[in-house]
């Protein structure tokens, strides 16, 4: 199977401040990431796939980049709706599988 | 607007079957893949396994001797059933439908999740 391994698992940050946070494929998967963000008691709401391609819907503010075996998610501006856990997920190879999150906190 | 809904018993015994059942409305089950993912404190996200709208199954290895995904497709319905089930099977499952771009997969919509609990 092929690891997902996110960085940080949490981070402070306040409303405005640049966030980035990264995901780390145990093998080569081209761009194959997608990312999900999860508010508490909500299923995951796919923001970013094929690495860096919009989810209809998705604020401008998300963006993610990368390739091959480091993927990147950056929210330019955070808003405070953003406070949430994101997860990084592969879909190159089944089993498709998921980072363990990174959660941001106020 | 596609949505999910999960249904199915909260409580299972040890050593049983987990049945659950996801309606698809808004859209039509023939035009994606439909998954399972459940979400455990202890082991994160976890994909279960797919089926396509005709049937094709695709398992993740740790739990492909347990789990079956079928698909109705007149009623618009996907299934999962996993037998000989332990509290470490205590989970919120989530149903979801997995779209591509090329070769790319995604899931982009998702049930609420069903919370099913393993106990005597």
């Known amino acids: 199977d092929i690891q997902m391994t996110q960085s940080p698992s949490s981070l402070s940050a306040s409303v405005g401040d640049r966030v980035t946070m990264t995901c780390r494929a145990s093998?080569?998967?081209?761009?194959?990431v997608n990312w999900y963000q999860q508010k508490p008691g909500k299923a995951p709401k796919l923001l970013i796939y094929?690495?860096?391609n919009f989810q209809s819907g998705v604020p401008s503010r998300f963006s993610g980049s990368g390739s091959g075996t480091d993927f990147t998610l950056t929210i330019s501006s955070l808003q405070p709706e953003d406070f949430a856990i994101y997860y990084c997920?592969?879909?190159?190879?089944?089993?498709?599988?998921f980072g363990q999150g990174t959660r941001v906190d106020i | 607007q596609v949505q999910l809904q999960e249904s199915g018993p909260g409580l299972v015994k040890p050593s049983e079957t987990l049945s659950l059942t996801c309606t698809v409305s808004?859209?039509?089950?023939?035009?994606?893949?439909w998954s399972w993912i459940r979400q455990s404190p202890g082991k994160g996200l976890e994909w279960i396994g797919y089926?396509?709208?005709?049937?094709?199954?695709k398992y993740t290895p740790s739990l492909e001797s347990r789990v079956t995904i079928s698909v109705d497709t007149s009623r618009n319905q996907f299934s999962l059933h996993l037998n000989s089930v332990t509290a470490a099977d205590t989970a919120v499952y989530h149903c979801?439908?997995?779209?591509?771009?090329?070769?790319?997969?995604?899931?982009?919509?998702w049930g609420q999740g069903r919370l099913v609990t393993v106990s005597s």
């Open positions: 094929a690495s860096s």
């Open positions: 093998q080569r998967i081209s761009s194959f």
């Open positions: 089926v396509s709208s005709s049937g094709d199954t």
């Open positions: 808004g859209g039509s089950i023939r035009r994606y893949s």
């Open positions: 997920q592969q879909s190159y190879n089944v089993p498709w599988t």
């Open positions: 979801a439908s997995a779209g591509v771009v090329g070769t790319a997969h995604y899931f982009d919509y």
